[in-house]
């Protein structure tokens, strides 16, 4: 079935079968920053937003994305890139594939949260693992980023 | 993964229905998120988007809470922030992360009865509604203790009675699913407690409740509901384990209650 889609801001017209889950669709129309990790809905590497949401693409139907808004991280690479740079600076930069869920979750809790504790940040962030190491590094670049208390 | 043969999307309730009974092989869509889970073949599958049951609104007496409302709108309404001592946000608070939960949907969880819901358990507590399409509105409890039949859930109706409440988990880690969970309420002198992930279902625990308005301590309370409900053991846990951190999860959410209602 044919959908319409704004994807990071360009109109696209694609044609998708009716139990086809969006990451595929992202990943086989160019998007390849969208990963699927565990295909469990636990892991948030899928994480893109739609309608400025963070949803996990590996759990929705392209077809149900009809007339709707996703962003990937290839439509926000200026502010990524400067989230990135303050995490390789706090040394919590890994393999990179969780990263552009992650981030992409990071953006969005920016956009959502204002002043947000450790507790409210780390709250944000279940549901997006890393299998490389720890997490505290990257809980102080997101704090950087966010602007909020060292 | 599920299959599915056609994607159907209806502008009302009545053509969503129709199309829903006409086989056994057709289903609803809520958020997918477990239903991705199994090999579910199906032919026609229901998407309820288009017909505006995606809203939580406050109306005389009750929040009001369309199907298609996600968990993540049910923690950020300040309708729900702001009643039940917040115990709704908290309850759902726990289900995965963010992404998750922007996705899964109220409707689908309550008409599921899943074994291992936070919102089920948090809901009993309170007095809550239940409307499908063709059986009509009843309590909550009277939904969970009938048979499965083919209908669509399309809102809930949670009365706004100034209820303190509580609710209370134990999971193995942050985000996974819960291996018991409790909730408990007071309006005035009534107290309610409804005990989850036993691993079946959440019920309500009444003697533990009558107990309680009687002016029983929050112990002894406690020892009533793991008395008086029904637990298994699964991969998760032994039925006596849940049964003994139960009686844990139903203690501190009373003490919870009681500090909340002396306020």
């Known amino acids: ?150 | 993964m599920f299959t599915v043969k056609e994607l159907v999307r209806p502008q009302t309730l009545a053509e969503a229905y129709r199309t829903l009974t006409e086989h056994p092989d057709n289903a609803l869509l809520g958020g997918c998120a477990f239903l991705r889970l199994g090999n579910r073949k199906i032919a026609a599958a229901v998407d309820l988007s288009r017909i505006g049951l995606d809203y939580i609104r406050e109306t005389e007496g009750f929040i009001e809470v369309g199907a298609m409302a996600t968990f993540r709108a049910l923690e950020n309404h300040p309708a729900c922030r702001e009643n039940f001592s917040g115990m709704l946000p908290r309850a759902v608070g726990n289900v995965l992360g963010v992404q998750f939960r922007n996705l899964v949907t109220v409707g689908a969880s309550v008409f599921s009865k899943y074994g291992f819901s936070d919102l089920i358990t948090a809901l009993l507590a309170l007095d809550t509604d239940v409307e499908l399409h063709a059986g009509g509105r009843m309590p909550l409890a009277v939904f969970l203790d009938k048979p499965y039949t083919r209908d669509i859930l399309t809102r809930i109706y949670i009365r706004k009675d100034g209820r303190a409440a509580a609710y209370q988990s134990l999971r193995n880690s942050a985000s996974d699913f819960p291996v018991v969970n409790a909730a408990v309420a007071r309006l005035g002198d009534r107290w309610t407690v409804a005990v989850g992930a036993r691993p079946a279902g959440a019920r309500l625990a009444p003697a533990a409740a009558a107990a309680l308005d009687g002016g029983a301590d929050p112990g002894e309370a406690a020892a009533l509901a793991a008395g008086e409900l029904a637990f298994g053991g699964n991969l998760k846990a032994s039925a006596e384990y849940r049964r003994a951190m139960a009686a844990v999860l139903v203690k501190r959410a009373v003490l919870e209650v009681s500090k909340c209602a002396s306020k």
């Open chain 1, 1 to 150: 079935m044919r959908i319409e889609v704004t994807i990071n801001g360009h109109k696209t017209a694609l044609e998708v079968a009716p139990d086809e889950i969006l990451a595929d669709t992202l990943r086989a129309a160019g998007f390849a920053s969208v990963r699927r990790g565990c295909d469990t809905t636990n892991c948030g590497l899928c994480t893109v937003w739609v309608d400025g949401r963070p949803t996990l693409s590996c759990a929705i139907l392209a077809a149900r994305m009809d007339g709707r808004d996703i962003t990937t991280i290839e439509g926000v690479a200026g502010e990524a890139e400067a989230f990135a740079r303050l995490l390789v600076a706090e040394g919590a930069e890994q393999c990179g594939f969780c990263s552009p869920g992650f981030i992409m979750t990071v953006l969005a809790m920016k956009r959502e949260l204002a002043d947000p504790t450790d507790d409210e940040i780390i709250h944000y962030l279940t549901g997006n693992l890393c299998r490389c190491t720890g997490y505290m590094g990257q809980l102080r670049a997101v704090k950087k980023f966010l602007e909020v208390r060292p």
